[in-house]
């Protein structure tokens, strides 16, 4: 059992920015590779950013791509999902998840998953 905890949701305006941190229990954060699903309400948990094991790649959905940055420190066991010029449309709750070796963008490729943080951008 791998605990995983999100932080740092809230509400902000469009066009703000706001830094979402997972922090890991043991030694999750350099076991394996981390990702961050945003669900909204009534879709499909979605892919938004992932990165591998060592931090030397990372992964992006279109949607996100240029406006989040996905980063990890293992030593503090923790990965982090810097969000800027947020949308209307990023309105979710954000989940961690830990696993995705194979298929990083891939909600079934997770094993572990956060209990979620809510982001709400009005317009």
């Known amino acids: 059992q791998v605990q995983l905890v999100e932080s740092g949701g809230g509400l902000v305006q469009a066009g703000g920015s706001l830094r979402l941190s997972c922090a890991a229990s043991?030694?999750?954060?350099?076991?394996?590779?981390m990702g961050w699903f945003r669900q909204a309400p009534g879709k499909a948990r979605e892919f938004a950013a992932a990165?591998?094991?060592?931090?030397?790649?990372?992964y992006y959905a279109d949607s996100v791509k240029g406006r989040f940055t996905v980063s990890r420190d293992n030593a503090k066991n923790t990965v982090y999902l810097q969000m800027n010029s947020l949308k209307p449309e990023d309105t979710a709750v954000y989940f961690c998840?830990?696993?995705?070796?194979?298929?990083?963008?891939?909600?079934?490729?997770?094993?572990?998953w956060g209990q979620g943080t809510q982001v709400t951008v009005s317009s």
């Open positions: 990165i591998s094991l060592n931090g030397d790649r990372t």
């Open positions: 043991g030694r999750t954060a350099s076991r394996y590779a």
């Open positions: 998840a830990a696993g995705g070796v194979r298929a990083p963008t891939r909600v079934y490729d997770y094993d572990y």
